[in-house]
Every structure is written in structure tokens, then in C-alpha cells.
């Protein structure tokens, strides 16, 4: 059986959900405080998945997730190369896409980690955004996407800007590193707010490294492991009882979680 350490600390406050989640998905789960983890660093070779989970870590009050970054950098750089270079999974959610963006865990190109490309920047709209969004899979490269064409989740963030450079967009284009865009009925958000709820480039929520193995996304989809989550549930319900079937009982959002357990099957 697959095990995710779910990593805590300071202000993160998503650490609960991502390890149900994990666990609901087959995995074994167990949430671990940063402290803990630069003490016993090692640890950190009896797991298989690594998720940075979202909330606020330290408040953001230096940039979100960069306390944290910095704080995973200084204590703990060589064990999570160690783990990366095992071919183990890593996930960042929200403030975890934050931290590993800032890490330099992602774009990862030529597996040459540790320098900042990209960054989430305060929302267009000055403010935080909670809502739930759409979303299309541009990549059949992510481990954790598999499977998965369209997906609603919900943002909860007031910097999830994605940014980078024209070179930088360019090559994670043409590496089929954009896993997630923000769509608006059939077609893209083209940048346009809500679909976009923060102004992103290339409409993007979601990128991973050239393996396919190290993830992140603004969206959570620990919010989207239950059919009664998403906005619409109820509409939903209504069509599926006029053609004569029912509510799933899983939310979209899990088939991410199960993805990564069923890749070390």
C-alpha cells in the first residue's frame, strides 16, 4: 500500500482533507509537522507520495509559501532530492503549488531543481477569490491527471496568479508540462474573470515537471472527493433522476488521489 506524508505546520489548514482524501484513495496517510520532519528527515523514506497541502503557511506574510519554501530548502533540500530521484510523487495544492513553485520543484526542467521559474502572484482582482471553477487537462504526461479530460474543483486563494516568463511558458507548452487551464463553457477562459479567477497566464492552474511525477494546481481537489460538494450538486442530482440513474457517490476530485496511489500498484 502506498503512503502519503501530508505535511503541516503554521497556518497550513488543508492538512486533514488531503490525507482523507488519500486515504479514501487506498493510501495510507499520515500528517507530519515540519518540525518533525526536519528532526527525523528520514522519515521521509517510508513514504511514496509527498503532498504540500494548501492554507497559509506563517500567514503568507512574507509571500505565500515562502517562508515555508525557505524553511524546506535549509533543512530538508537533499532528502527530497533523494525522494524525487527515486521516482516518488509529489503534490502541491494551492499554498503547496506556492511552496514548490517556490522551491523550484516546478517547471524542473532537465531535472535541474532548485531555481525559481515561475510564481503566484496576487489575484487581478486585489482580493481573495473563493469559487468553483472548470477546468480542462492540456497534458498527458501528469501522473496525477490520468484519466481526467474536464474536472470542476474550487480556488481559495488571494495569490494564485500563475507568471512566468515567455520562455519559460513557451517550454512548458511545448513539453506538455500545462496540465490544467481554467475553461468557460466549451472553450478556454481566455483570461477572462470569473473562469479566471486570478488573471493567470495561458489560463493556467496546474503545472508539472517533465516526468510527470511532481504537480501543482491552485484548485483543491481534496474540496471534490464527495458527489455533494460541488456547487451545482443539486442540478446535477435532477438531470441524472430525469434519465433514470443516480449520484455517484465519489467527487471528481478523487480520481487525482487515486491516480497517485494506483501508480505504485
Given at each position: 500500500?502506498?503512503?502519503a ?19 479514501k ?6 500528517i ?8 527525523e ?8 507520495i509527498?503532498?504540500?497541502?494548501g492554507?497559509f503557511s506563517?500567514?503568507?506574510d512574507?509571500g505565500?509559501?515562502?517562508?515555508l ?10 532528502d527530497?532530492m ?23 520543484l ?26 468553483w ?7 498527458k ?5 490520468k ?16 507568471t ?10 511545448e513539453?506538455g508540462?500545462?496540465?490544467f487551464?481554467?475553461?468557460k ?8 474573470f ?8 495561458l ?5 508539472c515537471?517533465?516526468?510527470g511525477?511532481?504537480f ?12 455533494t460538494?460541488p ?9 441524472l ?10 467527487g ?5 488521489f ?8
Open positions: 500500500m502506498a503512503k506524508l501530508v505535511l503541516t505546520g503554521y497556518g497550513i489548514n488543508c492538512d486533514e482533507e488531503t490525507a482523507f482524501a488519500f486515504e484513495a487506498g493510501a495510507g496517510a499520515e507530519v509537522h515540519v518540525n518533525d520532519l526536519i528532526k528527515p528520514k522519515m521521509l523514506r517510508q513514504f511514496q509527498f503532498a504540500f497541502p492554507g506563517y500567514g503568507d512574507t505565500s509559501g515562502n517562508a519554501a525557505n524553511k524546506v530548502r535549509n533543512n530538508l533540500w537533499q527530497i533523494e525522494f524525487i530521484e527515486d521516482e516518488k510523487l509529489v503534490i502541491g495544492i494551492c499554498n503547496g503549488f506556492q511552496v514548490i513553485a517556490n522551491l523550484g516546478l517547471p524542473g526542467f532537465d531535472a535541474r531543481y532548485g531555481k525559481r521559474q515561475v510564481a503566484l502572484a496576487p489575484n487581478n482582482t486585489a482580493r481573495y477569490e473563493c469559487r471553477v472548470s477546468l480542462v487537462n492540456m497534458s504526461k501528469c501522473v496525477f491527471t484519466g481526467i479530460s474536464e474536472i470542476r474543483m474550487p480556488v481559495a486563494h488571494g495569490e494564485g496568479k500563475f512566468a516568463s515567455k520562455d519559460v511558458l513557451n517550454r512548458l507548452n513539453n508540462q500545462i496540465v487551464k481554467y475553461a463553457g466549451e472553450g478556454l477562459a481566455n483570461g477572462e470569473p473562469f479566471n479567477p486570478n488573471g493567470s497566464m489560463d493556467i492552474a496546474g503545472i515537471n517533465e516526468t511525477r511532481i501543482g494546481l491552485m484548485p483543491h481537489p481534496e474540496r471534490n472527493i464527495f458527489s460538494q456547487d451545482d450538486w443539486t442540478l446535477q442530482k435532477e438531470i433522476k430525469r434519465k433514470g440513474g443516480s449520484m455517484p457517490a465519489g471528481a476530485g478523487m480520481q487525482i487515486r491516480n497517485a496511489v494506483d501508480f505504485f500498484k
